[in-house]
């Protein structure tokens, strides 16, 4: 689509069995900030079967329209009958904006979007605004985080983004907050051609690194899996979850959906303890958002240290079983 | 069974630098290799093939060099390789890519899948896989752990955030795969000879029969304005000080503080 007449910020409220994914309260808190600039529309869009429901917790954290297209077809997700449903409405309604989280749903979706729209869509953005010229740009990290490119649609709308989990944080929810429903009806039907089997629950979940209010995280530096059951230990004595840099899940010693960063996972816990990690750019992009960030480690000048509100320059073989006994200790 | 692989070439370094002056890449003395999950990718096509026959195509966009890449995968046991290399084509961004490499597919033909890696290392976008599958009008899976097919289905597993997924979908289909679906073989010397008398092809834009606004700089709605280190937060870093266990005691005044024990 051309520029003319294109108008509005989109979010795509990315829903599974019910419920709002959590990154669209996100993204819905950066759009507000959009409209601070542009003075555009904020307009969430939902997809699915028997989701109108959750169009009151859109209005409360800061949407003032909500799209809603109801559809056997997409009672769940697949890829084919969304790209098709969310081309319909953005062909009819002409965005100029499309925000989407950047969760594996997200990513599945937005590219195929992209196509059947022909324009253009930034990946994994950390952040978005407008520039100094007004033009509006997003962040995006590459090469594993060591470069951030900025990058902008300058011709074709809407301009898409998906945007990484938790760079931004919601708004307070306006409660009773209401705005204006359109109901849409999409002409599309089932894939016949994909199907899904089996659904598990992640075996771990609820023990997942990306939830965790406290993180306790080994990296290269741990000697052995012996070690490594310690950090364990202090991580449960703090109610918090064991994580880990690269080369412990490369290794095997971890499985992949402990590894922090950007081939891993973000994490913004309240509290993270780093433990004989360098800190890379690669690991920093995945947890420098967290709240209070205590490193160990034995070098001084380790670039980890220059992000962390705490630094113990250790060999953690000492400082981790006395931090276990003194904890043991107090909470005696 | 016609696997179709695609793979890219991408610098050979885990820290990219940029020209402070120009904020552009330092490309000088940066070697360049198989994008790394692309050879899981080309893994999963040939254990597809030894198991139920067919043969394995293997397609890169790039630069001549990126022959290399192309070399690597025929000795991994590939069995035709397909570089798309022309000036016009280069500064492509997803779209232009996908569609650009969806042209390959359609004029290779005949395909029943099409496998490529979650990601590259360096764009790093994870988009060429899903959109590619969009310009062929097929179902894709994306983010499969492992793979196999049965009766014109390709079945996957999928690792989601709170999910893991058992999926199918009905072959020609796109699959993206992801590190731990296998491990990689490494080429004997034997197979790199034998890789050098595989048929080898090179296509231009106009081989492709591209049109010309679609592709390269011309065909991409998104452009680079400009590339930043990220920004390092200082942090006034507060250090414990003394022995270990004056540290640890420390550190549970610290957590008795906020609450945590
Ligand atoms: C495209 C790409 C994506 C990547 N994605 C990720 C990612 O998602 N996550 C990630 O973590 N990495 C990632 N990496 C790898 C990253 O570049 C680093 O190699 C990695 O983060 C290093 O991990 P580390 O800090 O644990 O190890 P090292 O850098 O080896 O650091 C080990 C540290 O332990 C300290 N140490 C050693 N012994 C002791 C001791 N006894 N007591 C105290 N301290 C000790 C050392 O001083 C050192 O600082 C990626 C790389 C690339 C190229
Ligand atoms: C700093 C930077 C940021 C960028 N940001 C964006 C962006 O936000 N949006 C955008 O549209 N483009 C972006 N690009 C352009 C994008 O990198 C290129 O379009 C590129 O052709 C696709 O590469 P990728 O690394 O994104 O691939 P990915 O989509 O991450 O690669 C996934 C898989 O696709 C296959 N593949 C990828 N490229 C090729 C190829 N040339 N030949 C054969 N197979 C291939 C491989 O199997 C690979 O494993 C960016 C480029 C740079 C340098």
Same mark, same amino acid.
């Given at each position: 689509?051309?520029?003319?007449?294109?108008?509005?910020?989109?979010?795509?409220?990315?829903?599974?069995?019910?419920?709002?994914?959590?990154?669209?309260?996100?993204?819905?808190?950066?759009?507000?900030?959009?409209?601070?600039?542009?003075?555009?529309?904020? $307009?969430?869009?939902?997809?699915?079967? #028997?989701?109108?429901?959750?169009?009151?917790?859109?209005?409360?954290?800061?949407?003032?329209?909500?799209?809603?297209?109801?559809?056997?077809?997409?009672?769940?997700?697949?890829?084919?009958?969304?790209?098709?449903?969310?081309?319909?409405?953005?062909?009819?309604?002409?965005?100029?904006?499309? @925000?989407?989280?950047?969760?594996?749903?997200?990513?599945?979706?937005?590219?195929?979007?992209?196509?059947?729209?022909? $324009?253009?869509?930034?990946?994994?953005?950390?952040?978005?605004?407008?520039?100094?010229?007004?033009?509006?740009?997003?962040?995006?990290?590459?090469?594993?985080?060591?470069?951030?490119?900025?990058?902008?649609?300058?011709?074709?709308?809407?301009?898409?983004?998906?945007?990484?989990?938790?760079?931004?944080?919601?708004?307070?929810?306006?409660?009773?907050?209401?705005?204006?429903?359109?109901?849409?009806?999409?002409?599309?039907?089932?894939?016949?051609?994909?199907?899904?089997?089996?659904?598990?629950?992640?075996?771990?979940?609820?023990?997942?690194?990306?939830?965790?209010?406290?993180?306790?995280?080994?990296?290269?530096?741990?000697?052995?899996?012996?070690? @490594?059951?310690?950090?364990?230990?202090?991580?449960?004595?703090? #109610?918090?979850?064991?994580?880990?840099?690269?080369?412990?899940?490369?290794?095997?010693?971890?499985?992949?959906?402990?590894?922090? #960063?950007?081939?891993?996972? $973000?994490?913004?816990?309240?509290?993270?303890?780093?433990?004989?990690?360098?800190?890379? =750019?690669?690991?920093? =992009?995945?947890?420098?958002?967290? #709240?209070?960030?205590?490193?160990?480690?034995? $070098?001084?000048?380790?670039?980890?240290?220059?992000?962390?509100?705490?630094?113990?320059?250790?060999?953690?073989?000492?400082?981790?079983?006395?931090?276990?006994?003194?904890?043991?200790?107090?909470?005696? | 069974?016609?696997?179709?692989?695609?793979?890219?070439?991408?610098?050979?370094?885990?820290?990219?630098?940029?020209?402070?002056?120009?904020?552009?890449?330092?490309?000088?003395?940066?070697?360049?290799?198989?994008?790394?999950?692309?050879?899981?990718?080309?893994?999963?096509?040939?254990?597809?093939?030894?198991?139920?026959?067919?043969?394995?195509?293997?397609?890169?966009? !790039?630069?001549?060099?990126?022959?290399?890449?192309?070399?690597?995968?025929?000795?991994?046991?590939?069995?035709?390789? %397909?570089?798309?290399?022309?000036?016009?084509?280069?500064?492509? +961004?997803?779209?232009?890519?996908?569609?650009?490499?969806?042209?390959?597919?359609?004029? *290779?033909?005949? %395909?029943?899948?099409?496998?490529? !890696?979650?990601?590259?290392? +360096?764009? +790093?976008?994870?988009?060429? !896989?899903?959109?590619?599958?969009?310009?062929?009008? *097929?179902?894709?899976?994306?983010?499969?752990?492992?793979?196999?097919?049965?009766?014109?289905?390709?079945?996957?597993?999928?690792?989601?955030?709170?999910?893991?997924?058992?999926?199918?979908?009905?072959?020609?289909?796109?699959?993206?795969?992801?590190?731990?679906?296998?491990?990689?073989? %490494?080429?004997?010397?034997?197979? *790199?000879?034998?890789?050098?008398?595989?048929?080898?092809?090179?296509?231009?834009?106009?081989?492709?029969?591209?049109?010309?606004?679609?592709?390269?700089?011309?065909?991409?709605?998104?452009?680079?304005?400009?590339?930043?280190?990220?920004?390092?937060?200082?942090?006034?870093?507060? %250090?414990?000080? !003394?022995?270990?266990?004056?540290?640890?005691?420390? *550190?549970?005044?610290?957590?008795? +503080?906020?609450?945590?024990?």
């Amino acid at each position: 689509m051309a520029q003319e007449d294109c108008k509005g910020i989109w979010v795509f409220a990315e829903q599974q069995d019910g419920k709002l994914n959590d990154t669209v309260f996100e993204i819905l808190a950066r759009a507000l900030d959009l409209k601070n600039h542009s003075g555009e529309e904020i $307009t969430a869009v939902l997809l699915g079967k #028997g989701v109108t429901a959750l169009a009151p917790a859109l209005f409360e954290y800061g949407a003032e329209a909500v799209i809603v297209a109801e559809n056997d077809a997409l009672a769940q997700y697949s890829a084919r009958p969304y790209e098709k449903a969310l081309t319909q409405l953005v062909q009819k309604h002409r965005p100029s904006i499309l @925000l989407y989280g950047a969760t594996s749903l997200g990513r599945d979706l937005a590219p195929r979007v992209m196509v059947s729209l022909r $324009t253009g869509l930034t990946a994994d953005a950390v952040d978005l605004g407008f520039d100094e010229d007004g033009v509006f740009c997003q962040t995006t990290p590459a090469y594993g985080g060591s470069v951030l490119a900025r990058i902008a649609i300058l011709e074709k709308r809407p301009q898409m983004v998906t945007v990484r989990p938790k760079m931004f944080d919601p708004v307070e929810p306006r409660s009773g907050a209401s705005g204006r429903m359109i109901a849409e009806t999409v002409d599309i039907a089932a894939d016949g051609d994909y199907e899904v089997l089996e659904t598990m629950a992640r075996q771990d979940h609820g023990g997942s690194i990306e939830d965790a209010d406290i993180l306790v995280s080994g990296g290269r530096g741990i000697k052995s899996e012996e070690d @490594l059951k310690r950090l364990d230990e202090l991580a449960a004595l703090l #109610g918090g979850r064991l994580a880990a840099s690269r080369p412990l899940v490369d290794s095997g010693w971890l499985p992949h959906d402990r590894q922090i #960063g950007q081939s891993g996972t $973000t994490v913004k816990p309240k509290y993270i303890f780093n433990v004989a990690i360098s800190g890379s =750019v690669q690991y920093q =992009v995945g947890m420098q958002k967290a #709240g209070c960030i205590i490193s160990v480690n034995h $070098t001084k000048g380790a670039p980890i240290f220059d992000i962390s509100h705490y630094g113990a320059v250790a060999d953690y073989r000492a400082l981790i079983p006395a931090l276990i006994e003194e904890i043991r200790r107090r909470k005696a | 069974m016609k696997i179709l692989v695609f793979v890219k070439q991408v610098p050979d370094t885990d820290d990219v630098a940029l020209d402070p002056k120009t904020g552009r890449l330092v490309r000088e003395g940066v070697e360049s290799k198989l994008n790394p999950v692309d050879a899981n990718a080309v893994e999963a096509a040939v254990q597809l093939k030894e198991k139920h026959g067919g043969t394995v195509g293997v397609v890169s966009m !790039g630069p001549p060099q990126a022959e290399d890449v192309l070399k690597k995968a025929l000795a991994l046991g590939c069995d035709e390789s %397909y570089l798309l290399s022309d000036r016009p084509l280069g500064g492509a +961004d997803t779209l232009a890519t996908a569609y650009t490499l969806s042209l390959a597919a359609r004029r *290779i033909g005949g %395909y029943d899948l099409l496998l490529f !890696g979650r990601n590259a290392v +360096d764009g +790093d976008t994870a988009q060429t !896989g899903p959109a590619t599958a969009a310009f062929l009008g *097929i179902p894709q899976v994306t983010l499969a752990s492992s793979i196999d097919v049965e009766d014109g289905w390709v079945i996957c597993e999928r690792r989601l955030e709170d999910r893991t997924q058992k999926v199918r979908a009905r072959m020609p289909a796109l699959v993206t795969v992801t590190a731990e679906m296998n491990k990689p073989r %490494y080429p004997k010397p034997v197979d *790199i000879v034998k890789a050098l008398k595989k048929p080898r092809h090179a296509w231009t834009a106009q081989d492709l029969g591209a049109d010309p606004s679609r592709i390269g700089m011309n065909g991409s709605p998104t452009s680079t304005r400009g590339l930043m280190e990220p920004r390092k937060r200082k942090a006034d870093t507060k %250090y414990f000080q !003394g022995q270990p266990r004056e540290i640890a005691a420390q *550190i549970a005044d610290l957590l008795h +503080d906020e609450r945590l024990i």
